[in-house]
């Protein structure tokens, strides 16, 4: 497991207005994972924004494999501020090429009615749970031994950042961007041929806050393979069963690929590791 | 004579990446959604080699465009790989950005082809009452609800195609499915004297299969949450045998009504 620490790993250098880099690096010559280059992203573009303002959604493309021992520079174009809504648009770059492209959106919430359709999803404790095994910083992820269909990805786990983050609405939206690409919905139609490869492109939608550094819980959905790619749906809650986030997830899904034994796999797939 | 659908797809190449819409609609005030994404989605497809299919594209509304206005757009080539070319798309009127469009095209490949998307049995087109809208060649017709409570003034199960032949080019039926996206709401389950749904924000369209957007489809949406001001809805667009051949996500305001 690499270590470092999720708010050095957040903390964004000010090359120039609208312009950041993030210095943090793992050595070892891994793939960047998606999760981080998202969250970022996020930030890059949250620090653009009003702080009254508060990310509701991000859709990021992943464009080509990043490395995780590089650092990594973010240019932010402002496509609007309006009276209460931000929208901003962010590439990723390693030596001149965008890895990744985002767009996203920030707004100044207001009080309505509050209602969701999903029924909060079950699982053990997290304290009853072993911890299990990833690739990212400052994250104590639990999810059962017995992982669904066999394979080592599980689709419904707890997740908690290990840091205090604070109450500050944005970097807790960059820690749950962070931990929402750690697997993947998509192993329900896996077997010894084909299963899930990485990513291409990632929603996320917040509908409430959440702190990721208490106990929160993904849910992953499956929805479809076809054509060589898949979809599938997730959501975070709250230990009290309040969904603040809905995910989106498009990912390739090949076949003939020669599928490695679940026990070999280490979380985050994006590490490539 | 009146504009069709094959006139919301023409668009003037005006320099390399760079296209004009001169579609417009005198008396329209606002722009529709829908169209300013299918014109996105083509601009993106005509920079792209034919034998690329989109496969996804995410884009955020973000200001009221105006339907007597001609729209321009503007591409950004991010990467052209061995099988993925990604875009992104800003459409503009006077200068300003209305609407922001990511997507990526792919080569068509065949492989495992599976669904967990569970659709509601609703009465076969044809007999259905038709339900006037002023969209050029389209028709839609609307079968009694599943569920009572999401019948009103925008249904959430309904048929729809383009009601003129759009020839075999998969990238012209993408946009129309892309067109026909935005019509409807899955939030009018929490819709009360109050509150209701308001303006598209963000609108997402993963294109799973090839469908024909001139042949009946059937558009399914499903309310997800609403909270502090806006509603998410998910959807899906399928043939009437049941293949699923896009998914939809779209977030909206969901507010006051400026009359309560």
């Given at each position: 497991?690499?270590?470092?620490?999720?708010?050095?790993?957040?903390?964004?250098?000010?090359?120039?207005?609208?312009?950041?880099?993030a210095?943090?690096?793992?050595?070892?010559?891994?793939?960047l994972?998606?999760?981080?280059v998202a969250?970022q992203a996020?930030?890059a573009?949250?620090?653009?924004?009003?702080?009254?303002?508060?990310?509701?959604?991000?859709?990021g493309?992943?464009?080509?494999?990043g490395?995780?021992?590089?650092?990594t520079v973010f240019r932010?174009?402002?496509?609007?501020?309006?009276?209460?809504?931000?929208?901003?648009?962010v590439v990723a770059l390693q030596?001149?090429?965008v890895l990744f492209n985002m767009?996203?959106?920030?707004?100044?919430?207001?009080?309505?009615?509050?209602?969701?359709?999903?029924?909060?999803?079950?699982?053990?404790?997290?304290?009853?749970?072993?911890?299990?095994?990833?690739?990212?910083?400052?994250?104590?992820?639990?999810?059962?031994?017995?992982?669904?269909?066999?394979?080592?990805?599980?689709?419904?786990?707890?997740?908690?950042?290990?840091?205090?983050?604070?109450?500050?609405?944005?970097?807790?939206?960059?820690?749950?961007?962070?931990?929402?690409?750690?697997?993947?919905?998509?192993?329900?139609?896996?077997?010894?041929?084909?299963?899930?490869?990485?990513?291409?492109?990632?929603?996320?939608?917040?509908?409430?806050?959440?702190?990721?550094?208490?106990?929160?819980?993904?849910?992953?959905?499956?929805?479809?393979?076809?054509?060589?790619?898949?979809?599938?749906?997730?959501?975070?809650?709250?230990?009290?069963?309040?969904?603040?986030?809905?995910?989106?997830?498009?990912?390739?899904?090949?076949?003939?690929?020669?599928?490695?034994?679940?026990?070999?796999?280490?979380?985050?797939?994006?590490?490539?590791? | 004579?009146?504009?069709?659908?094959?006139?919301?797809?023409?668009?003037?190449?005006?320099?390399?990446?760079?296209?004009?819409?001169?579609?417009?609609?005198?008396?329209?005030?606002?722009?529709?959604?829908?169209?300013?994404?299918?014109?996105?989605?083509?601009?993106?497809?005509?920079?792209?080699?034919?034998?690329?299919?989109?496969?996804?594209?995410?884009?955020?509304?973000?200001?009221?465009?105006?339907?007597?206005?001609?729209?321009?757009?503007?591409?950004?080539?991010?990467?052209?790989?061995?099988?993925?070319?990604?875009?992104?798309?800003?459409?503009?009127?006077?200068?300003?950005?209305?609407?922001?469009?990511?997507?990526?095209?792919?080569?068509?490949?065949?492989?495992?082809?599976?669904?967990?998307?569970?659709?509601?049995?609703?009465?076969?087109?044809?007999?259905?009452?038709?339900?006037?809208?002023?969209?050029?060649?389209?028709?839609?017709?609307?079968?009694?609800?599943?569920?009572?409570?999401?019948?009103?003034?925008?249904?959430?199960?309904?048929?729809?195609?383009?009601?003129?032949?759009?020839?075999?080019?998969?990238?012209?039926?993408?946009?129309?499915?892309?067109?026909?996206?935005?019509?409807?709401?899955?939030?009018?389950?929490?819709?009360?004297?109050?509150?209701?749904?308001?303006?598209?924000?963000?609108?997402?369209?993963?294109?799973?299969?090839?469908?024909?957007?001139?042949?009946?489809?059937?558009?399914?949406?499903?309310?997800?949450?609403?909270?502090?001001?806006?509603?998410?809805?998910?959807?899906?667009?399928?043939?009437?045998?049941?293949?699923?051949?896009?998914?939809?996500?779209?977030?909206?305001?969901?507010?006051?009504?400026?009359?309560?």
């Amino acid at each position: 497991m690499p270590t470092g620490s999720i708010t050095d790993m957040l903390g964004l250098e000010e090359i120039d207005r609208d312009i950041y880099r993030a210095s943090f690096v793992i050595e070892g010559g891994r793939h960047l994972y998606g999760g981080q280059v998202a969250a970022q992203a996020l930030m890059a573009a949250g620090l653009t924004v009003d702080g009254d303002r508060r990310p509701h959604s991000l859709h990021g493309y992943f464009l080509r494999a990043g490395e995780a021992d590089r650092p990594t520079v973010f240019r932010v174009e402002r496509d609007r501020d309006g009276r209460s809504f931000s929208a901003r648009r962010v590439v990723a770059l390693q030596r001149g090429a965008v890895l990744f492209n985002m767009a996203c959106s920030f707004h100044v919430p207001v009080d309505g009615i509050e209602e969701q359709v999903a029924v909060p999803p079950t699982l053990a404790a997290p304290d009853d749970l072993p911890p299990y095994t990833h690739g990212l910083v400052s994250v104590d992820m639990r999810a059962p031994a017995d992982s669904p269909y066999g394979w080592a990805w599980p689709t419904r786990f707890w997740v908690r950042v290990t840091e205090d983050l604070g109450e500050g609405e944005l970097v807790n939206a960059c820690a749950l961007t962070y931990v929402s690409d750690i697997s993947t919905g998509l192993v329900k139609w896996a077997d010894a041929q084909r299963g899930p490869g990485p990513s291409i492109d990632h929603t996320v939608y917040f509908h409430r806050p959440l702190r990721a550094d208490r106990w929160v819980l993904l849910d992953l959905v499956p929805h479809i393979v076809a054509q060589g790619r898949g979809v599938y749906t997730g959501s975070i809650s709250g230990s009290d069963g309040r969904q603040a986030v809905t995910l989106v997830q498009e990912g390739l899904f090949w076949g003939d690929m020669g599928m490695v034994p679940p026990a070999s796999h280490v979380a985050g797939y994006g590490t490539g590791s | 004579m009146s504009a069709t659908f094959l006139d919301v797809l023409d668009l003037e190449e005006v320099d390399r990446d760079i296209y004009r819409s001169r579609y417009t609609v005198e008396g329209r005030p606002r722009l529709y959604g829908g169209q300013v994404a299918a014109q996105a989605l083509l601009a993106a497809g005509l920079t792209v080699e034919a034998d690329r299919r989109p496969h996804s594209l995410h884009g955020y509304f973000l200001r009221t465009g105006d339907a007597a206005r001609p729209t321009a757009f503007r591409v950004d080539r991010d990467r052209d790989g061995r099988s993925f070319s990604a875009r992104r798309v800003v459409a503009l009127q006077r200068g300003e950005v209305i609407f922001n469009m990511s997507c990526s095209f792919q080569v068509g490949g065949d492989s495992l082809d599976r669904h967990d998307v569970p659709l509601p049995a609703i009465a076969p087109p044809g007999d259905l009452p038709s339900y006037a809208i002023s969209f050029p060649s389209i028709e839609m017709q609307v079968p009694p609800q599943p569920d009572e409570a999401e019948g009103g003034a925008y249904p959430s199960h309904f048929w729809a195609r383009v009601g003129v032949p759009l020839g075999d080019d998969p990238l012209r039926h993408a946009c129309a499915m892309t067109y026909l996206s935005d019509m409807g709401t899955g939030l009018v389950r929490w819709v009360t004297d109050g509150e209701a749904p308001g303006p598209s924000l963000d609108h997402a369209v993963w294109f799973h299969r090839p469908l024909r957007a001139d042949d009946w489809m059937r558009l399914d949406f499903y309310p997800r949450s609403v909270s502090t001001g806006r509603g998410l809805y998910i959807g899906s667009i399928s043939s009437p045998e049941g293949e699923v051949g896009c998914s939809i996500a779209q977030e909206a305001l969901f507010r006051r009504r400026r009359d309560a």
